[in-house]
């Protein structure tokens, strides 16, 4: 029966190899295929807080912040229940980090707020002494681009299929609009006035009111969607 | 020869011994058989280019190894993997379980000072980063906790009532329920904030309308009739388990709910560790 296959040693080897990766295949793809599907109620970024993901990247932060909550009770006592694989399906890349210089932020829309930051990041040390974290100033007089956000957004959407414009709660309303780039940005610019309004900044405010977001305001909403 | 006295020493010896003796047995064995021996048995009728094999009966071992590897799959496929598999959330599960268990039989009775150490580190981890090192709300950015009320946050909830809050459903999940918008205004309003932010001290015009409009719901002393409305003249048990739970939108900002991560028993340490902080006026 096995005299065909021990005179052609390609086809012997293709065998082998099925037959030691069949376990490893039959445990690991389906289990794999499931845990990357999104978790329940999870949502894409708006444009805003795309924008503000793209801060976060440019400034590094996930070179000091990771965004991991690890099975550990020490980890769950601080930051929250423990990440899901499901949660990071709509994050490209994800910003796991892999050193916590600062604490993890992947719950800290749960536990800090938009003024919190707002001073935070202008100067860390006046609401955390001994912070090691440098200010970061340049935030509040950077423009944010959310032309650049937009691509993104409208990339994922029609490569990736991400559900903008979509129902996903079965409400019978839109819950991530994207729309044209006119609509998206409108929609940012209420959402980056309500943000700013919350930090109690009135040159913040006053920036977005001519219609230009800074860098922190689309930053601090990127954090606070972090729940 | 002092050192065979030691049993220990004594069995290793033995033991060397006996693997020597061992060794030599087996390669003699092997020697002798290389020499003299024969092969013998039946031939399979399989032959390559010559070659030939015997029938051999397979080792009893290995066959008992074979038949016991095969049962164990069984079981692994059908129990082991699907019921029995490590999983990190389980272990994570038992270990939280554990540790709840033992904190609850440790702490079921806890004194003044336990509650106040196990308040001060809650405090110093999930609440001092906006209230402050010292709880005095780092100049304005969020309640001083080392005094109840400020003039300016009575004078808000009396004007805007208790959605001043700003919680679901306006107010802190008392059975009271909400407060009116407006009961005082104006000057009077202003008499009962001076009142009560300086701390019930006094009697006049503040006094007599705090009896007359506040004090059917938060007690004639304003310290909430146990818990049937906030508690306006100290950070009772009370008031900051609701406002752990509910979060607050007030005057000067918005605090998150933290809701579920903390204990009861850690609630009340915080409780025990703000009312500290006032105790030195």
Redesign the interface.
């Known amino acids: 029966m096995f005299s065909w296959l021990e005179k052609n040693p390609f086809f012997f080897a293709v065998g082998v190899f099925v037959v030691i990766a069949f376990a490893g295949l039959i ?1 690991i793809v389906p289990d794999f295929a499931q845990q990357s599907r999104p978790v329940v109620g999870a949502k894409p970024y708006s444009l805003l807080e795309l924008a503000g993901r793209q801060v976060y990247i440019k400034d590094s932060c996930n070179a000091c912040h990771s965004q991991l909550i690890r ?3 020490s980890e ?3 930051y ?1 229940m ?1 990440s899901l694989n499901g949660e990071y399906a709509y994050d490209r890349p994800f910003l796991w980090g892999s050193k916590r210089t600062g604490p993890d932020l992947h719950r800290v829309g ?4 938009s ?2 930051h707002a ?1 935070h990041m202008w100067e860390p040390t ?4 001994g912070s090691i974290m440098p200010a970061y100033k340049h935030m509040f007089k950077n423009v944010a681009d959310l032309e650049t956000a937009y691509a993104e957004a409208l990339t994922v959407k029609k490569v990736f299929n991400v559900p903008y414009d979509k129902d996903l709660n079965g409400d019978g309303k839109v819950d991530v609009p994207l729309g044209s780039f006119e609509q998206a940005k409108q929609r940012a610019l209420q959402y980056a006035l309500k943000v700013a309004e ?1 930090t ?1 900044r009135q040159d913040l405010v006053d920036m977005v009111k001519q219609g230009k977001v800074p860098e922190i305001v689309a930053l601090i909403a990127y954090l606070n969607r972090l729940k | 020869m002092n050192w065979l006295s030691d049993n220990v020493n004594r069995l290793a010896l033995l033991g060397a011994a006996a693997i020597l003796i061992l060794t030599i047995g087996v390669v003699a064995k092997y020697f002798k058989q290389i020499k003299e021996g024969k092969s013998e048995g039946v031939l399979k009728e399989e032959n390559w280019d010559g070659i030939g094999e015997y029938k051999n009966n397979s080792p009893i071992g290995w066959s008992l190894a074979f038949i016991g590897t095969i049962i164990w799959g069984v079981w692994y496929w059908l129990v082991g ?1 699907p019921l029995n598999a490590y999983s ?2 389980g ?2 599960n038992e ?2 379980k554990a ?1 709840q268990a033992k904190f609850e039989s440790k702490w079921a009775n806890p004194s003044k000072e336990d509650l106040l150490g196990m308040g001060e580190g809650v405090f110093l ?2 609440c001092s ?2 209230h ?2 010292d709880g005095t709300g ?1 100049e304005g ?1 969020a309640q001083d906790l080392t005094h109840r009320l400020l003039k300016k946050e009575v004078l808000d909830v009396i004007h805007r009532g208790s959605a001043a809050l700003g919680n679901p459903n306006g107010q802190l999940g008392y059975p009271l329920g909400m407060m009116p918008p407006g009961l005082l205004s104006g000057a009077d309003a202003e008499a009962v904030a001076s009142y009560v932010a300086g701390g019930f001290k006094g009697s006049g015009k503040g006094a007599d309308l705090f009896q007359n409009t506040c004090a059917s719901c938060h007690g004639p002393d304003g310290r909430g009739m146990n818990g049937m409305a906030p508690n306006l003249r100290e950070y009772d048990d009370t008031i900051v388990q609701h406002v752990l739970d509910h979060g607050k939108h007030g005057i000067i ?4 709910s ?1 809701k579920g ?1 903390l204990t009861p028993v850690q609630e009340k340490a915080v409780a025990v560790y703000i009312r500290s902080l006032s105790e030195g006026e």
Do not use: A
Request: contains cysteine.
């Open positions: 445990e099975p550990f009770k769950t006592d601080r929250g423990y749960n536990y800090r707020t003024d919190w001073n006046s609401v955390v002494p919350e109690k | 993997y990190q959330i272990e994570y270990e939280v540790y981890v999930q980063p906006c402050g090192i780092i950015k900002g918005r605090m998150p933290f991560r």
